[in-house]
């Protein structure tokens, strides 16, 4: 367990999660007092491999509690999406499909929700199901979480990566309760609780949250209920235009995620994930 906060912590678990990303690794995992916040998410600091032709999933090699507040992993990049139509498999040129379909919508915010609601309708009436299975191993990634307060901390080393693509960090939570995406958020919002203002934020809740789109750096993803969310920042990064940002979330049938991924052409690199709890930060202004 790494601590966040006295109530606000992240854990190390593959085993918890629901949907196809049961079966494979999950990077940290959120956890508010009695609450895993799992759902289909892939966990904090996962990586993926994208090739030209396909997209590679991890599995977890090993897992080590180096000292208190650091937890070195090793992912092996081996796990490809596999589907069944009808619940007889599909032919591996269905899985490069369904690459070219994702890509699709991807790139064309505007039709994301209704291509969505299509996809849903289509997948029920043909029965169309998605499992990970075992393929090529395409190597290992190793990574290293470290907590400092609410900022966790995640060198990422893919040098060990058989075939080099692009490398995606996912920082994912469920979609079920952080529901709001949060845009073009200020610097002094993001260290200083007591100067929030809503006129700072740019807010999408609910279905506004799209399935996928760039943003830059400073956006959140923030569960209004509880009133915690995370940002992503690229520390002393001599090269940060190598990175993209994404936003996205996903509630419907077999999905339940929302996060923000890293990607880059890179194999060593540093990012953070920066948490925060207003109702945290309003206590603590309270006590002074």
Known sequence: MLPLLENLFLIQSSSAGEGKTRKMAKGLILCHQDDVFAGESAGFGLPVLKTDHQT?????????????????????????????????????????????????YMNRPGFQSSGLKIRNTIFQLLQIRSTMKPGKSFGYCRVFYQTDALRLKIHVNGDSLRQRGQLILLNEVPGIGFSRLILHRLTRRLTQLTDLTESARNTLDGNDFLPWQTCSIDTAVENPDLHIGFFLSLPDNPAPQSFQIAAGREVCRDLNWAGLSLATDQAVFNYHVNFYSQKAGAESNENK
């Open 56 to 104: 590679i999933f991890p599995s977890l090699f090993s897992s080590e509690l180096r000292k208190p507040g650091i937890i070195e992993a090793v992912y092996h990049l081996n796990l490809i999406n596999t589907w069944k139509i009808l619940g007889i498999s599909a032919p591996p040129s269905f899985s490069a499909f369904m690459e070219k379909i994702v890509s699709f």
